[in-house]
Nanobody, 126 residues
Framework: QVQLVESGGGLVQSGGSLRLSCAAS????????MGWFRQAPGKEREFVAAISRSGGNTYYADSVKGRFTISGDNAKNTVYLQMNSLKPEDTAVYYC???????????????????WGQGTQVTVSS
């Protein structure tokens, strides 16, 4: 099993920045891709960004490209999401997720991720 714990959420004004962290523990060898998803009130959970274990491949939703940066520290089994130029529409609960090596195909479907964190609230005021 893999446990994921997010941190770093909070309240920020429009245009501000936040950095989310996701610490993985347990059988981390089962992780091949780590991703961030978010769910706003009344909306479905959506893909935000993902990174391969090697760090060589990163993926972003169009809505966050150029503003958000995903990175990882394998020594700490931690993935980060640096969020800049935040907008009110970025307000959501942000979830960290991990995908095992046997999952194939595009990284955007949440169904391809086996492990999830509890989520951290990000609120952007206008």
């Amino acid at each position: 099993q893999v446990q994921l714990v997010e941190s770093g959420g909070g309240l920020v004004q429009s245009g501000g920045s936040l950095r989310l962290s996701c610490a993985a523990s347990g059988r981390t060898v089962n992780i091949y891709v780590m991703g961030w998803f978010r769910q706003a009130p009344g909306k479905e959970r959506e893909f935000v960004a993902a990174i391969s274990r090697s760090g060589g491949n990163t993926y972003y939703a169009d809505s966050v490209k150029g503003r958000f940066t995903i990175s990882g520290d394998n020594a700490k089994n931690t993935v980060y999401l640096q969020m800049n130029s935040l907008k009110p529409e970025d307000t959501a609960v942000y979830y960290c997720a991990a995908r095992p090596p046997y999952s194939r195909g595009v990284v955007t479907p949440q169904t391809s991720y086996d492990y999830w964190g509890q989520g951290t609230q990000v609120t952007v005021s206008s």
